[in-house]
């Protein structure tokens, strides 16, 4: 019944006038029926100018249609077979996001779904960094910033939605010790080598954050900065007379 409800609500497929219609009944909407949650979103999704129509520069007494999607995300999310759609959707409004006052933003969702320090989802950390690097190859920019993100940094954390109907086993993957923590960091900066490779605007990101980094990482990020850097300043023969 919900699926039904559901489909006819937000029918035809990439309706973007639905969703804004309905925006304070997503999140529910969502927990009952997920699948045809998800379903209709990426549709919507696949167009750009739609996706950008979800964030309104909403007034004092206005809610942009983006936020009760991200309530919805932060409901699904804790179901480990959602995680990887709920994924996908945040990358893809982050890309299009404006960036105005109505928050949550999808980028602050995304970095609290996968944070190194206690991650707000119900998988295991290998099987979310598999998640990332699909999404990486899927998705080439707009996840680099969302990826660094993820570095240590001080930030505050904010209280978060979570299921609302379903019951859901929470075990999070969080890291018990500092040196779990610690190579965790370090998968993470290695794979963002692995994705900066020969651009250096993206070595500068990396660099703006190494004061953050566990000593390991910092070395990593030094060495691995000297390497490329190294055939920009070829060596020259001195000779002392």
């Given at each position: 019944?919900?699926?039904?409800v559901?489909?006819?609500?937000?029918?035809?497929?990439g309706?973007?006038?639905?969703?804004?219609?309905?925006?304070?009944?997503l999140?529910?909407?969502?927990?009952?029926?997920?699948?045809?949650w998800?379903?209709?979103?990426?549709?919507?999704?696949?167009?750009?100018e739609?996706?950008?129509?979800?964030?309104?520069?909403?007034?004092?007494?206005?809610t942009?249609?983006?936020?009760?999607?991200?309530?919805?995300?932060e409901?699904?999310?804790w179901f480990?077979?959602?995680?990887?759609?709920?994924?996908?959707?945040?990358?893809?409004?982050?890309a299009?996001?404006?960036g105005?006052?109505?928050?949550?933003?999808?980028s602050?969702?995304?970095?609290e779904?996968?944070?190194?320090?206690?991650?707000?989802?119900?998988?295991l950390?290998?099987?979310?960094?598999t998640?990332l690097?699909s999404?990486?190859?899927r998705?080439?920019?707009?996840i680099?910033?969302?990826?660094v993100?993820?570095?240590?940094?001080?930030?505050c954390?904010t209280?978060?939605?979570?299921?609302r109907?379903?019951?859901?086993?929470?075990?999070?993957?969080?890291?018990?010790?500092?040196?779990?923590?610690?190579?965790r960091?370090?998968q993470?900066?290695n794979?963002l080598?692995?994705?900066a490779?020969e651009?250096?605007?993206r070595?500068?990101?990396?660099?703006?954050?190494?004061?953050?980094?566990?000593q390991?990482?910092r070395?990593?990020?030094?060495a691995?900065?000297?390497i490329?850097?190294m055939?920009l300043?070829?060596?020259r023969?001195?000779?002392c007379?």
């Amino acid at each position: 019944m919900a699926q039904r409800v559901l489909e006819e609500c937000l029918s035809p497929a990439g309706d973007v006038e639905r969703w804004i219609a309905i925006k304070e009944y997503l999140p529910d909407l969502a927990e009952a029926a997920p699948n045809v949650w998800l379903d209709s979103l990426e549709r919507l999704l696949a167009n750009d100018e739609a996706a950008a129509s979800l964030f309104e520069d909403a007034g004092l007494f206005s809610t942009s249609p983006h936020v009760f999607i991200m309530f919805a995300i932060e409901r699904l999310r804790w179901f480990p077979h959602h995680l990887r759609r709920c994924a996908e959707a945040l990358v893809r409004l982050s890309a299009v996001d404006p960036g105005h006052n109505s928050w949550p933003r999808p980028s602050s969702v995304f970095n609290e779904t996968f944070t190194l320090v206690r991650p707000e989802n119900n998988v295991l950390f290998d099987d979310q960094f598999t998640i990332l690097k699909s999404l990486a190859a899927r998705h080439p920019q707009s996840i680099w910033p969302l990826l660094v993100s993820l570095l240590p940094r001080d930030r505050c954390r904010t209280v978060n939605y979570g299921p609302r109907f379903r019951s859901v086993n929470v075990e999070i993957d969080a890291p018990k010790t500092c040196g779990e923590f610690n190579e965790r960091v370090q998968q993470l900066v290695n794979f963002l080598f692995y994705l900066a490779d020969e651009q250096p605007a993206r070595w500068a990101e990396l660099v703006k954050d190494i004061h953050h980094l566990p000593q390991a990482a910092r070395s990593t990020l030094v060495a691995f900065l000297a390497i490329r850097l190294m055939p920009l300043f070829p060596v020259r023969s001195v000779y002392c007379r």
